[in-house]
């Protein structure tokens, strides 16, 4: 399997591509990574150094892919954060160029927007990018609660309006939508849950709350599942085994005392999580 994966990068630690792309190896995909910034380190730390890209040299990077006459062997996109609107129309254009050499090629799209507690954080015009453009372009979505809402325009206090808010994304394009950080009124305290939609069905993984808030688990559980779902075509595999592997990773991280996850230490949670959670129809 061949993804293209376009995301940001950072030298230090692990978000963006630094953080989905060796998941992905791990598991036996090539990965064929093409960065929208790269930076020493992600921008929580308050400082950083390096640039941001242009669409012009995403889709120049693409061209030099094309011309290896190799785009018809991609099995799929993936994009997570995008730094302008610009990115997200080379994104897309990317897409349209694999599907166009692989009409069975899947994109997957992690639309980065904002988080609760956080708000919207992105540049201005992305929130409308992603709503408006990306996400019906996409076959896999994997929002948060935030985004959820956002693309929506739902509010999601039980769990039968996050079912009714990813069926309405549902019918802007994505028949896949995974809904991450997700706690509603049924949530326990101690606990989070995980919501994937295919068609008309959901099912639901329940994961214990851990003591830790990184930068980067997004970006690794977008991969994982999008992963397990290419190879499968089951959105409840692709759950149970993203979510097993996540929480593994998180709890190694928890354990270190880390800021950053531990991607490498933790390699071997994405081919054998250490446990496993039921995936419950719901």
């Given at each position: 399997?061949?993804?293209l994966?376009?995301?940001?990068?950072?030298?230090?630690?692990?978000?963006?591509?630094?953080?989905?792309v060796?998941?992905?190896?791990?598991?036996?995909?090539?990965?064929?990574?093409?960065?929208t910034?790269?930076?020493?380190?992600?921008?929580?730390?308050?400082?950083w150094k390096?640039?941001v890209?242009?669409?012009?040299?995403?889709?120049?990077?693409?061209?030099?892919?094309?011309?290896?006459?190799?785009?018809?062997?991609?099995?799929?996109?993936?994009?997570?954060?995008?730094?302008?609107?610009d990115?997200?129309?080379?994104?897309?254009?990317?897409?349209?160029?694999?599907?166009?050499?692989?009409?069975?090629?899947?994109?997957?799209?992690?639309?980065?927007?904002?988080?609760?507690?956080?708000?919207?954080?992105?540049?201005?015009?992305?929130?409308?990018?992603?709503?408006?453009?990306?996400?019906?372009?996409?076959?896999?979505?994997?929002?948060?609660?935030?985004?959820?809402?956002?693309?929506?325009?739902?509010?999601?206090?039980?769990l039968?309006?996050?079912?009714?808010?990813?069926?309405?994304?549902?019918?802007?394009?994505?028949?896949?939508?995974?809904?991450?950080?997700?706690h509603?009124?049924?949530?326990?305290?101690?606990?989070?849950?995980?919501?994937?939609?295919?068609g008309?069905?959901?099912?639901?993984?329940?994961?214990?709350k851990?003591?830790?808030?990184?930068?980067?688990?997004?970006?690794?559980?977008?991969?994982?599942?999008?992963v397990h779902?290419?190879?499968?075509?089951?959105?409840a595999?692709?759950?149970?085994?993203?979510?097993?592997?996540?929480?593994?990773?998180?709890?190694?991280?928890?354990?270190?005392?880390?800021?950053?996850?531990?991607?490498?230490?933790?390699?071997?949670?994405?081919?054998?999580?250490?446990?496993?959670?039921?995936?419950?129809?719901?």
């Open positions: 399997m061949n993804i994966s376009i995301q940001s990068h950072v030298a230090y630690g692990h978000v963006g591509n630094a953080s989905a060796f998941p992905m190896q791990r598991l036996g995909v090539e990965v064929w990574p093409i960065h910034v790269q930076f020493s380190n992600h921008t929580g730390y308050g400082a390096g640039r890209f242009d669409g012009p040299a995403i889709e120049e990077l693409v061209e030099g892919i094309a011309e290896r006459g190799v785009l018809g062997r991609c099995d799929g996109v993936l994009s997570g954060y995008m730094g302008s609107a990115i997200g129309s080379a994104i897309l254009s990317a897409v349209a160029q694999v599907r166009a050499a692989n009409p069975g090629a899947l994109y997957c799209c992690d639309p980065v927007i904002g988080d609760v507690g956080r708000g919207v954080f992105v540049r201005p015009g992305i929130p409308e990018f992603m709503r408006d453009q990306a996400v019906p372009a996409a076959d896999v979505i994997t929002p948060n609660q935030f985004e959820l809402e956002y693309l929506s325009g739902r509010a999601t206090p039980t039968a309006a996050a079912k009714e808010a990813v069926a309405a994304i549902q019918l802007t394009g994505p028949r896949v939508v995974l809904v991450t950080s997700l509603t009124d049924e949530t326990p305290e101690d606990a989070i849950d995980l919501l994937a939609g295919e008309d069905r959901f099912w639901r993984v329940r994961t214990p851990l003591s830790i808030s990184v930068n980067g688990a997004g970006d690794a559980i977008a991969a994982l599942f999008f779902y290419a190879r499968t075509r089951s959105a595999t692709a759950l149970g085994e993203a979510a097993a592997s996540v929480y593994g990773l998180m709890k190694r991280t928890e354990e270190a005392g880390s800021r950053e996850i531990l991607t490498v230490a933790a390699q071997d949670e994405f081919v054998n999580p250490s446990r496993r959670f039921p995936v419950e129809e719901v």
